[in-house]
């Protein structure tokens, strides 16, 4: 027989704690995550902002446009630092190797 | 699931920077994702999770991700305990075990079967020193309580 060996514990597990120690490093996925979602809400991908997507048609004279185009810039950025971030997780080769199909 | 959450960020890139007129879909997915919540479509590829908030979500993919590298990364003899709830299937995973020595010592699989011990530690701080044997750790009890003295589930005494 196999034998599996285990310990229970609460299932209360302190996320408050694991929140902060990830929200240290400012690459984290964590902390990309939440610059992300504060950056979205006057980005061009906001619908309030937008108005149904037409981007420069309307609302052309209002003070959110120039902002807009600055959190979409750095909406790009930081998109860009998560796509590399996730990227470098694991290399493909040693995967490959480890665990051949 | 990593493969699906960077197609997003992709999708978001693509669209932020012009790239072509973007789809309701990805408006819907990046809604969910400023509302802190989890895309339904990560949820369709994702680990079983009791968390509906997205940063929990994300710490928990953190976590599990780590867990992933140090398997990819180092030798599997090494490793001390099992963490269950970072497998995508972990009834798949005891399968996987009995699959394993079926296939070592040429035993049909239904001739083998788990036998599983709660041990009174928290956590296996050492490799096992028996290669029928594992160390799981990251299950958790809902509606009862563990008598470690008695090693017997009982009534829950929380509140």
């Not at chain 1, 048609?57 to 185009?69: A, E, F, G, S």
């Not at chain 2, 197609?7 to 509302?35: K, M, T």
């Not at chain 2, 949820?43 to 908030?53: G, H, K």
């Not at chain 2, 780590?66 to 003899?77: A, L, P």
Request: hydrophobic share 40%; aromatic share 8%; glycine share 4%.
């Amino acid at each position: 027989m196999n034998s599996l060996k285990t310990s229970l514990r609460s299932s209360r597990t302190d996320s408050g704690q694991q929140v902060e120690e990830m929200l240290k490093d400012e690459q984290s996925m964590l902390n990309l995550f939440v610059i992300l979602q504060k950056l979205l809400a006057t980005s061009s991908l906001d619908k309030t902002v937008t108005h149904g997507g037409k981007r420069y048609d309307h609302n052309i004279d209002q003070d959110i446009l120039p902002k807009r185009d600055l959190h979409d810039k750095k909406v790009s950025e930081i998109a860009q630092v998560l796509l590399a971030k996730i990227d470098a997780q694991f290399d493909k080769d040693l995967i490959q190797k480890k665990f051949p199909i | 699931m990593l493969a699906c959450i960077r197609e997003s960020v992709a999708d978001l890139l693509a669209n932020i920077d012009g790239e072509y007129p973007r789809p309701l879909e990805i408006e819907a997915l990046w809604s969910q994702i400023q509302l802190n919540k989890v895309p339904e479509k990560w949820r369709t590829v994702s680990f079983q999770t009791a968390y509906d908030s997205l940063a929990d979500y994300i710490v928990e993919l953190g976590l599990k991700l780590e867990f992933w590298k140090g398997i990819v990364e180092k030798d599997t003899i090494e490793l001390t305990s099992w963490w269950l709830p970072a497998f995508f299937d972990p009834k798949a995973f005891l399968t996987a075990l009995i699959q394993t020595r079926a296939r070592q010592e040429g035993i049909p699989m239904k001739d083998l079967r788990n036998e599983y011990e709660i041990l009174d530690i928290l956590r296996n701080e050492t490799p096992a020193t028996d290669k029928h044997v594992h160390y799981i750790h990251g299950l958790a009890l809902e509606g009862a309580d563990w008598d470690y003295g008695r090693k017997l589930l009982i009534e829950t005494v929380k509140t």
